[in-house]
C-alpha cells in the first residue's frame, strides 16, 4: 500500500514540480553575493566610500529596506486580497472587467511619479514611502486574486453549489484552493516589485539600499553605486526565489 | 436491535423503489424582460423512475432540471418533493439531499476521489469511519476498484472514469432523487454507451428518482421511462414513453426530433424474449439426414436445427442441404446466425439480414436453443407494439404548460 502511494508519487513528481530550477537560483544569488563581497573587500577603497560601505551601515540599510517591502507587503495582502474576492462576487462582478483595466493601466505608470507625487501630498518620510509602495504593489496581487477566482471552471462552482456547498463553502474550499497558485505567483510578482521599488523612496526621505545609488551618483563614487544596485538586485532576486519555494510547497495536489 | 430489523427489512425487498415523486406546479422562470425561460410548466415526475428531458439546445430543459433543486429559483410557482413544498426552505439543505451529476463528472481537481465522494457526508456530519466505507462501496457500485482509485486525483482518471466518480459523488449520501445534465456528453460514444449500461444497472437495483437533461434522443429512449420533450420556452410538447412517443409523435416537432428510423428505434425498445419463437425441427448428430428431410417436409419447414447433447445448436440445415448430406455430424457451423434472448430486435433484425436462412437461431441461458425468430416475427411485434402504444397509459404522469396555453389564446384573440 505504501509502496503504490510513494509510486504515484514519484510519477507526480517530475510534472513541473522539480526542485532543480530553485536550487540553481539560490546558487547564482550566493555566488553573486560572494563575488560582491570579495571585490569591496580586495578593493582599494576611498575614506568615504569605507564609511558608507561599512557592513553597518550597509545592514542598517538593507534592514530598512526589508521593513519597508515586507511592511507594505502586508498592508497589501491584507487590503488587495479580500477586495479582489469581494469584486468577483456576484453582486459586485461587473466591476471585475473596469477593474481589471484599471489595474493593467495602472501597472504601466511609472513608480517614480507616484512616489514623488505621494510625498507631495503626504509629506516627506517613511510613511508616504510606504503609501506608495502600497498602492503599486496592490494591483498585480489585486489583479491575480481576481483573475485567479475567476478562471476557475464555472461548472465546478455550480457542481459544488448543487451539492449543497453554501457560496461560503465554495469560495473557501474550491475557487480559493484553484486561485492558489496564480495568486501566489502575483504576490510574489508584487514582493520582487517592492523591493525594487523600495529603492525609489530615499528620494522622499524614506529609507533602504535606494541611498547607496543616490549617494553614488551624486558623489560620483562607482563602487557605492554598483554595491547598491547589486544589492537591490539580490535582494529582489532572493525574494524572488523565497516566493517561488511558497508556491512550490503551496500548490494544491492534483492540480 | 433497530438496526437489524431494518437490514433484514432492506435484504427482503432488494428492489424496492427508494425514489421520490417530484412536482413542478406552474413553475415559471423569466430573467428581466423579454420572453421566460421556462414559462407555467407543471410536470408529475413519478418515484423511481427515470425521466428524460430532451429538446434543442436553449429550449430550457436545463433551466427546468435546474429548478428542481433550485440551482436557480422559480420566479413563479411551487416545487414538490415527496409531497413536501421545498419552494422556500434552505437552498443548501434541500441540495444535500438531491444528487447532482454534471457533464464530464465535474470533480474537484484539488481533491482525491475519496474526498469528492466523501463531501456531501461530511457536510452531514457522518462520522470518518462511515465516509469511508461509503466512499468503497460507491466505488465498488461504479465498478472501480476502491483501492486502486480512492486516493487517485481527477486528473488521473479516463473520462469514464471520472463520469463514473461523479456519478458516486452523487450518490453519496443516498439522496432519493438524482438531476444528471448531459452526464455523458463529453466521452467516446463506446465509453458513453457502457456508461449508460451501467446507470441502467444501478437504478434496477437503487430505484432512484431520475431526472437527466440530454439532446441526444436515442439515449433518451434507452435510459427513459418516460420521456419530455421541449420546445422552446420549455414547451412540453409530448410527455409519453418512449415506445408512444415513437410510434404516435405528438407533432411534426416531435417527428423531427426523433429524426429518421422512428421503426429502427423501436426494434431497441423490445428484448427478444418479449417476442414469440416459432418452433424448428430439431436433430442430433447421428441422426439419418433423408428421416429429417421427411420430418420437415411434414410439417412444411425449410430447415432443420442440429443440437448437441445439451441442447446448443451447431447446424442449420436446408432441405438442400439434407438431401446431399450422408449423415449428420457434429461440427460446429461458425456462421451459425444465433442472438440471445436478451438481444434486442434491431440486433436480432441485424443478424437475420446477414444470414441465408432470413431468420435467426434463438438461445437461452447457457446457449441452450429455445426457438427461431425470423422477419415476419419482428413484424407481428411490431405492429403489436404499435396497436399498444396507441392506447394511452393510464399512469401517464401529467406534464402540461399553462404559460403555453395562455400564449396560444391570446395569438387567436
Not at chain 1, 5 to 28: D, K, V
Not at chain 1, 39 to 64: F, I, K, N, Q
Not at chain 1, 74 to 101: C, E, N, Q, S, Y
Not at chain 2, 116 to 134: C, F, T, Y
Request: charged share 20%; proline share 4%; hydrophobic share 50%.
Amino acid at each position: 500500500m505504501s509502496l503504490a502511494i510513494a509510486e504515484l508519487e514519484a510519477t507526480r513528481a517530475p510534472s513541473g514540480r522539480s526542485w532543480t530550477p530553485l536550487a540553481y537560483q539560490l546558487l547564482g544569488i550566493v555566488v553573486v553575493l560572494g563575488v560582491l563581497v570579495i571585490w569591496l573587500l580586495t578593493a582599494d577603497l576611498t575614506a568615504t566610500e569605507r564609511t558608507t560601505l561599512d557592513p553597518s551601515a550597509l545592514l542598517g540599510y538593507t534592514v530598512e529596506h526589508l521593513k519597508l517591502t515586507f511592511l507594505a507587503a502586508v498592508i497589501v495582502l491584507v487590503i488587495a486580497i479580500p477586495v479582489g474576492i469581494a469584486l468577483t462576487r456576484k453582486p459586485l462582478r461587473f466591476l471585475t472587467g473596469p477593474v481589471l483595466a484599471i489595474a493593467n493601466i495602472g501597472q504601466a505608470a511609472p513608480a517614480i511619479g507616484l512616489v514623488v507625487l505621494l510625498a507631495f501630498w503626504l509629506g516627506f518620510g517613511f510613511w508616504a514611502a510606504t503609501l506608495s509602495l502600497v498602492l503599486y504593489a496592490a494591483l498585480p496581487v489585486l489583479r491575480n486574486t481576481m483573475v485567479g477566482l475567476q478562471q476557475v471552471d464555472e461548472r465546478l462552482v455550480e457542481a459544488g453549489r448543487g451539492m449543497g456547498m453554501s457560496s461560503t463553502a465554495v469560495l473557501f474550499k474550491v475557487e480559493l484552493p484553484l486561485a492558489v497558485p496564480i495568486m501566489l505567483s502575483g504576490i510574489r510578482t508584487a514582493l520582487v516589485l517592492l523591493v525594487g521599488t523600495a529603492a525609489l523612496a530615499t528620494f522622499i526621505n524614506g529609507g533602504g539600499l535606494g541611498i547607496l545609488i543616490t549617494t553614488g551618483v551624486n558623489l560620483n563614487l562607482t563602487r557605492v553605486l554598483i554595491t547598491g544596485s547589486v544589492l537591490v538586485a539580490l535582494l529582489a532576486l532572493a525574494i524572488d526565489w523565497l516566493g517561488r519555494v511558497v508556491e512550490h510547497v503551496a500548490m494544491p495536489k492534483g492540480l | 436491535m433497530p438496526e437489524s430489523l431494518t437490514k433484514t427489512e432492506n435484504n427482503s425487498s432488494a428492489h424496492r423503489v427508494t425514489g421520490a415523486s417530484i412536482l413542478l406546479e406552474k413553475v415559471t422562470k423569466s430573467y428581466g424582460s423579454g420572453k421566460a425561460a421556462v414559462d407555467g410548466l407543471t410536470m408529475e415526475i413519478p418515484a423511481g423512475k427515470v425521466v428524460m428531458l430532451v429538446g434543442p439546445s436553449g429550449c430550457g430543459k436545463t433551466t427546468t432540471l435546474k429548478m428542481i433543486n433550485r440551482l436557480i429559483e422559480p420566479t413563479e410557482g411551487r416545487i414538490v418533493l415527496n409531497g413536501e413544498d421545498v419552494t422556500t426552505m434552505d437552498g443548501d439543505k434541500l441540495r444535500r439531499g438531491i444528487g447532482y451529476v454534471i457533464q464530464a463528472g465535474g470533480l474537484f481537481p484539488h481533491m482525491s476521489v475519496a474526498a469528492n465522494i466523501g463531501l456531501v457526508p461530511k457536510m452531514l456530519g457522518w462520522d470518518k469511519k462511515r465516509i469511508a466505507d461509503r466512499v468503497d462501496e460507491l466505488l465498488e457500485l461504479v465498478s472501480l476498484d476502491p483501492n486502486a482509485y480512492r486516493d487517485r486525483f481527477p486528473k488521473e482518471l479516463s473520462g469514464g472514469q471520472q463520469q463514473r466518480v461523479g456519478v458516486a459523488r452523487a450518490l453519496a449520501a443516498d439522496p432519493p432523487v438524482l438531476l444528471m445534465d448531459e452526464p455523458f456528453g463529453a466521452v467516446d460514444p463506446i465509453t458513453r454507451q457502457r456508461l449508460q449500461d451501467e446507470l441502467i444497472n444501478i437504478q434496477a437495483e437503487l430505484q432512484k428518482t431520475i431526472v437527466c437533461v440530454t439532446h441526444d434522443f436515442d439515449e433518451a429512449v434507452k435510459l427513459g421511462d418516460w420521456i419530455a420533450i421541449f420546445n422552446e420556452g420549455a414547451q412540453l410538447v409530448q410527455y409519453d414513453t418512449p415506445e408512444r412517443i415513437l410510434a404516435e409523435p405528438a407533432n411534426e416537432f416531435v417527428e423531427n426530433f426523433i429524426g429518421s428510423g422512428a421503426g429502427l428505434k423501436q426494434l431497441t425498445l423490445t428484448r427478444v424474449a418479449d417476442v414469440g419463437l416459432a418452433e424448428a425441427i430439431t436433430a442430433s448428430p447421428g441422426d439419418d439426414p433423408q428421416a429429417v428431410l421427411a420430418r420437415i417436409t411434414a410439417a412444411g419447414h425449410g430447415h432443420a436445427v442440429v443440437l448437441d447433447a445439451r441442447q446448443r445448436p451447431l447446424q442449420w440445415l436446408s432441405r438442400r442441404q439434407l438431401s446431399r448430406l450422408k449423415a449428420i455430424d457434429s461440427a460446429l457451423d461458425a456462421k451459425l446466425p444465433v442472438v440471445g434472448s436478451r438481444a434486442t430486435l434491431n440486433d436480432a433484425l441485424d443478424t437475420m439480414l446477414v444470414s441465408s436462412a432470413g431468420a435467426a437461431l434463438v438461445t437461452g441461458a447457457r446457449e441452450k436453443f429455445l426457438g427461431v425468430i425470423d422477419v415476419s416475427t419482428i413484424m407481428e411485434a411490431i405492429s403489436a407494439a404499435h396497436a399498444a402504444a396507441s392506447e394511452a397509459t393510464e399512469d401517464a404522469p401529467v406534464g402540461l404548460n399553462t404559460g403555453a396555453i395562455a400564449i396560444a389564446e391570446g395569438h387567436r384573440a
